[in-house]
């Protein structure tokens, strides 16, 4: 089956680089057949590389272990669907998954893509083809998946016990899928610069795609987050690790993206930063799959080091110089049809709702970067942490945590003083009143009051538009509450979707203050014997060790170790926390021991537990407990923010005759108001 | 003051702060990164070296680690080739951490004026890890 895969990789790199030359040669700009030759490229590619991914998939269900990467991510005991997921664990078979979902992704865009934007697609085929081309080159001359080993091991090595996890099956693929579709909107973009169509259409075509790519990447990251604390035991989510900043910058230019849209879809402003964004955003997708696999930047993620990275360093500048060139050349083009009219307007706030996330993002790289750019400048390496990024991002997210509640609400062009009155006199006052609540119950820690009392003010903004928005539905329809709710969202599914996930926004701001409250305590305890803890919400909780037992399971040895949870004298049950090693089928064993923590959550906090071995084979047990306050809130609202990502892109909730009935809406609810 | 002026200025003063608290950031926060080597050159050149946070990234010498279960200290020495440092650390080390093979870890902490490393942070971080390669059948 190698000689399958491998063979489809060859046949995927000509195909590629055919349609490619063909689409930049311009040739099909009055040859119809040429036009459907590019397009039809785009097809063959995805074929081709289905093909190879399937054969992959075959050697890994068969065991063939002689194919150097099956036999170093899968043994014969594996589970199933680790065999599955095992496809995008390492190195080699995530670059093929990268080119496999390009290759489909730029075939069903080419499919989709109205007739509308047809003089676009070609041009869109040649520049995906093009990235495609780049993970072929790279599996071909570099790492490739198919190649064996010079023996047939017995048994593979096995998934590394730390991926194997639920969270850990999803979260690369989604990561990834989020990475991929950005390439489509940049190959628009590209398209409309080649094309010289530069109005807003070809940002119309990409919305959806923009839309898809951020909900994907939002999924990735939260559920690496999860991954982090439930498997690596260090009690937290977020490190500020160089590969989940890797994540995160994306996330960042492509949010600030969706914002400056509106702006130039409503008022034809920031044409230039669109493209700058976007182009941006699909360097930085690039770079954070560069910065996981290939362990440039020393993380305790990364893979080790191998000559893939000057690939993609080499891809990264050529395609950052390309893109950037081809934006000046066309600079002029780009005139604004607009003016910035006043400070305070809608424009205004997503600008700088812009350059906040834009300046986070920088920081972010910036810090990433440190260690290289301070040894290329000064000659000694130095490293920031996250109390580096803290300290730039928490005043920086609270700027745009403001920007969450004005926004939305602002009038365009210019507020006058009955908007500003009308839009924030009881949002501003309901966030002032929780502040004061929270001061007088005694909290006196800066940034948490002023995360949770902006958080209070952007929730007022949005339950203050549900309110009316149901409000005005009822009286021109007469519907029920519940009915006028739906249709209210069902109706306009890019703004109530959007409220949606700035509420999951803010949830999420108001949990992460919750790990400024945590606990941490380390204990050896003999059987019987316990310790206590004081939640920061004043109970207590008493942690008694039972004992540690060890048996076999499945593909592991492990030795489990159970602790009695009372909570102010009341038993909130038993918890248990193991250290598994992982064996072949051979019972011999693979990898280091791992460690499974134990946690119960609620809404309140999570009892977070680690057993961290034993002394000297006894049942006299190392624990360290954490309480982690609002951790939960953090997966709550990253669903929340995922569904609202889905309501605004639902198919049919778009489109511009769809803006126009919004519009047309909230002028309706506006009028409504004012009769209230 | 046009309103492009005045919004002009709103984004010198966010990119400018952005910038402030980077600098700032950097100055405060930031931790040399340093092999053994480099290390003992740093401490030999300026005794007030020694006290100063630093991170060190090297290998752990096989067979140095000495586990203390009851007072959770782990002593164990580490090597980049030439220069050999011990480092002594009260706390859980990652799974990651054996003494099985030379692993690479990176202790974060302070070199004491006794010569001893004084960890607060241990990562380890495995080659083979993620990138698993696998090995003949023993004959």
Redesign the interface.
Known sequence: MTLLGQFSLWVALLIGVFGAVLSFSGKWQDRPDLERTVIRSSYALAAALLVASLSLWKGLFSHDFNIEYVAAYTSRNLPTYYIVSAFWAGQKGSLLFWAVVLACFSAVAQWITSRRYADLLPYVAGVTNIVVVFFVTVMLFAANPFARLAFIPEDGRGLNPQLQNIGMVMHPPMLYLGYISVTIPFAFAIAALLRRRLDSGWIVAIRKWTLVSWVFLSIGIVLGMWWAYVELGWGGYWAWDPVENASFLPWLTMTAFLHSVMIQEKRGMLKRWNLSLIVATFLLSIFGTFITRSGVIASVHSFTQSNVGYFFLGFLLVAGVLSFTMLYTRWDELEPDAKLESMLSREAAFLFNNLALVGIAFSVLWGTLFPILSEAVRGSKITVGPPFFNRVNVPLGLFLLALTGIGPLIAWRKATARNLQRQFVLPVSFGLVVTLALVIDGMRDLYPIMTIGLGAFVLGTVVQEFYRGIRARRRMHGESIPGAFFNLIARNRRRYGGYIVHVGILLMFIAFTGMAFRVDQEATLKPGESIEMRSPYGGTYKLTHLGVSQYNALNRVVSAATVQVDYNGKSLGVMKSEKRQHVDSFGRPTFEPSTEVGIRSDLKEDLYIVYAGSVNGTEEAVYRFTINPLVWWVWFAGMVLVVGGILTMWPGGGGIAETRRTQAGYEATLVGAENA | MK??H??LF??VL??G??GL??F???K???????TPT?LASKASADPTFHNVGV?M?ARVVPGSVVRD??T?TVDFKVTDGTQVYPVTYR??V???F?DASDIEV?VEGRLGADGVFHATDV?A???S?????????AA
């Open positions: 309103p492009g005045k919004f709103g984004a966010i990119v702060s952005v608290l980077m700032q950031g950097v405060e926060t930031g931790v040399y990164f340093l480099e991170k990234g279960a009851a959770q706390g859980l990652p799974d990651t054996t990176v990562l971080k495995c080659g890890r993620y990138e698993a390669t696998p090995e003949a059948p």
